[in-house]
Nanobody
Framework: VQLQASGGGLVQAGGSLRLSCVAS????????MNWYRQIPGNQRELVAS???????NYANAVKGRFTVFRDRAKNTGYLQMNSLKPEDTAVYYC????????????WGQGTQVTVSS
């Protein structure tokens, strides 16, 4: 499964960005799409997830500001980021996993998000 992420950029604090992640699924069925972020020197951290049933989870740091959603028809997931803060600056990665027709786990390339104060 290949992923193509896009949408990062430079934004002022309080602004918004929307990240996109297009999945080339083919015969694979996606169970979950995750968004992670990583600051240089730090571990990659889970920001938000959306499961196959549409249920979502968010890290406490982004609750109420970020929204994860998807367009099944386009095999695309999104991370809408509002009220951005300088501490949201990081490289953001999408990740998908599933079990049909066999276990898989794939990462997209990172996209840089920079929030200026």
């Amino acid at each position: 499964v290949q992923l193509q992420a896009s949408g990062g950029g430079l934004v002022q604090a309080g602004g918004s960005l929307r990240l996109s992640c297009v999945a080339s699924l083919g015969i694979y069925r996606l169970n979950v799409m995750n968004w992670y972020r990583q600051i240089p020197g730090n571990q990659r951290e889970l920001v938000a997830s959306i499961a196959d049933d549409g249920s979502t989870n968010y890290a406490n740091a982004v609750k109420g500001r970020f929204t994860v959603f998807r367009d099944r028809a386009k095999n695309t997931g999104y991370l809408q980021m509002n009220s951005l803060k300088p501490e949201d600056t990081a490289v953001y990665y999408c990740h998908v996993a599933g079990t049909e027709p066999r276990d898989f786990s794939s990462w997209g390339q990172g996209t840089q998000v920079t929030v200026s104060s």
